[in-house]
């Protein structure tokens, strides 16, 4: 069984049109789909809401063999994903862990991993293909990997945007779910994949920089290639 993982009922109704009923926030529901014997959770929205609930479902259900965290994602860079466009996440980014010093942020400074396991502190390197093997599913080589950014307040403006870019550099997107995800996924060596498709350029409140309608749109048509059959 694989595990499909949303942050709010709206992407998942959007990902998944054929499927009827919706779990409940926090909550998951069998589901077949593509003739995949699937769990559908919907997390809640924060780091917070989809670690409690990723790392719940996981416990009531030792099968799982992989999770697949999908949603929607701000760019960091529209030259390089614009609206709409996919991204397989490449490693999980939390820019939010660590000591403020004079000099900034040190996700060292504290002298604690958050998982000493895998001597992760703000990042987590991730295997998209590896793990899209590992659960029978179709990744395509063309669809980017990157970076991404999981954060707990969402930048606005910006400001905010060039801060996030100047730390990271190589980071593609802003999410506020996958790290958690990845790291609950880690410590219990399940296959991790997370995909996001694009709605909008992060920092901008323009509306010519938002599409969420056709970033929808995308997450379902990616969500039909990643789990179709091989050879379809």
């Given at each position: 069984m694989i595990a499909l993982v949303f942050a709010t009922a709206k992407e998942c109704a959007a990902a998944l049109p054929a499927l009827r009923d919706l779990p409940k926030p926090g909550c998951s529901a069998a589901a077949t789909l593509h003739g995949r014997v699937c769990r559908v959770l919907i997390t809640g929205v924060g780091p917070v809401s989809a670690g409690i609930a990723l790392g719940r479902m996981l416990g009531a259900h030792p099968d799982t063999r992989g999770v697949v965290n999908a949603g929607l994602g701000g760019s960091l860079d529209l030259a390089a994903l614009p609206l709409?466009?996919?991204?397989?996440?490449?490693a999980?980014?939390?820019?939010?862990?660590?000591?403020?010093?004079?000099?900034?942020?040190s996700?060292?400074?504290?002298?604690?991993?958050?998982?000493?396991?895998?001597d992760v502190y703000d990042?987590?390197?991730?295997?998209?293909?590896?793990?899209?093997?590992?659960?029978?599913?179709?990744?395509?080589?063309?669809?980017?990997?990157a970076p991404i950014v999981s954060v707990a307040g969402v930048s606005g403006t910006p400001e905010r945007a060039a801060t996030i870019q100047a730390r990271y550099p190589d980071a593609k997107v802003e999410n506020m779910e996958?790290?958690?995800?990845?790291?609950?996924?880690?410590?219990v060596g399940v296959p991790f994949l997370e995909l996001r498709t694009v709605s909008n350029a992060?920092?901008?409140?323009?509306?010519?920089?938002?599409d969420i309608p056709g970033a929808f749109a995308a997450l379902a048509?990616?969500?039909?290639?990643?789990?179709?059959?091989?050879?379809?």
């Open positions: 709409g466009a996919p991204c397989a996440a490449s999980e980014i939390f820019p939010e862990y660590g000591l403020f010093t004079p000099s900034g942020l996700p060292q400074g504290l002298g604690f991993a958050q998982w000493e396991g895998g990042r987590l390197p991730l295997s998209p293909h590896d793990a899209a093997a590992a659960m029978g599913l179709t990744l395509p080589q063309a669809w980017p990997l996958g790290f958690a995800c990845a790291l609950a996924c880690a410590q992060v920092g901008s409140r323009a509306a010519a920089d938002w048509a990616a969500l039909e290639t990643l789990l179709a059959p091989a050879g379809e």
